[in-house]
């Protein structure tokens, strides 16, 4: 389905299902490896094709910066849990069910190499 903002996704969909990536080296503020680990999660959520609504989010509040990935149903936090090697956690406070996965910049580049390349919107300006 879509993706929609975080705030709107948890207004609506209060009891989702949590898949949360632990970044690992993304110690900063706006750090580009957390930035580059959402955009990646984001890539591989859209091609499992998910049934319902998600959403993402940086979420610092754990202490260690971190990618959350919520969806309305259960059987699409499955998917995406069981292509990132997810395992089930209580650690998480609100939520249907959760899952957690470390991230590091090595996975993060596998990931992103395994993924089909972005499309570029617009119309396509050949050469002579």
């Known amino acids: ?32 490896d957390l930035k580059a680990a959402k955009t990646i999660l984001e890539r591989l959520v859209k091609t499992l094709g998910p049934t ?5 989010s940086i979420v610092r ?36 069910s959760q899952r957690a996965f470390a991230l590091g910049a090595a996975s993060v580049d596998a990931l992103a190499s395994g993924l089909p390349l972005l499309r570029r919107r617009g119309p396509q300006t050949g050469g002579h």
């Open 1 to 32: 389905m879509s993706k929609v903002p975080w705030h709107v996704f948890r207004n609506d969909h209060p009891r989702a299902h949590l898949v949360a990536a632990s970044i690992e080296a993304a110690d900063l503020v706006g750090s580009p």
């Open 52 to 56: 319902g609504d998600y959403a993402t």
């Open 61 to 96: 509040e754990t202490g260690e910066p971190e990618v959350h990935l919520a969806f309305e149903n259960e059987p699409d936090a499955r998917k995406l849990a069981d292509s990132v090697k997810a395992v089930r956690t209580d650690r998480y406070h609100g939520w249907a």
